[in-house]
């Protein structure tokens, strides 16, 4: 059974920093992409920066150059590092997983409906 579990969520001001942490379990594919999506109170969800089982990652333009996903898979810990954090940038935090076949692009994907496991969330919030 796969498990996903963030934690690192919490409140600062404009400007800070905060790390997520998304612990896996019961996830053995070889191939995969894994995300994280934000949602915001009257928003959709959106995807924010993913990385695949190669290290190649995607990023949502509003979060270019401010937060980088990274992996230790040693861990199996998948992780999201925000810095200079604007209120804009308040909302749950998921993050998701992307089992994939043989053939599959380096190039991971911010689109929900592609993924097929998903953490319960973590609250930030970032207030001016």
């Known amino acids: 059974q796969v498990q996903l579990v963030e934690s690192g969520g919490g409140s600062v001001q404009s400007g800070g920093s905060l790390r997520l942490s998304c612990a896996r379990s019961?996830?053995?594919?070889?191939?995969?992409?894994m995300a994280w999506f934000r949602q915001a109170p009257g928003k959709e969800r959106e995807g924010v920066a993913a990385?695949?089982?190669?290290?190649?990652?995607r990023y949502e333009d509003s979060v270019q150059g401010r937060f980088t996903t990274s992996q230790d898979n040693t861990k199996n810990t998948l992780y999201l590092q925000m810095n200079s954090l604007r209120p804009e940038d308040t909302a749950t935090y998921y993050c998701?997983?992307?089992?994939?076949?043989?053939?599959?692009?380096?190039?991971?994907?911010?689109?929900?409906?592609?993924?097929?496991?998903w953490g319960q969330g973590t609250q930030v919030t970032v207030s001016s």
């Open positions: 019961g996830f053995t594919y070889r191939r995969y992409y």
């Open positions: 990385i695949s089982w190669d290290g190649s990652t």
């Open positions: 998701a997983a992307a089992p994939l076949g043989p053939g599959s692009s380096f190039v991971p994907t911010l689109r929900s409906a592609f993924y097929n496991y």
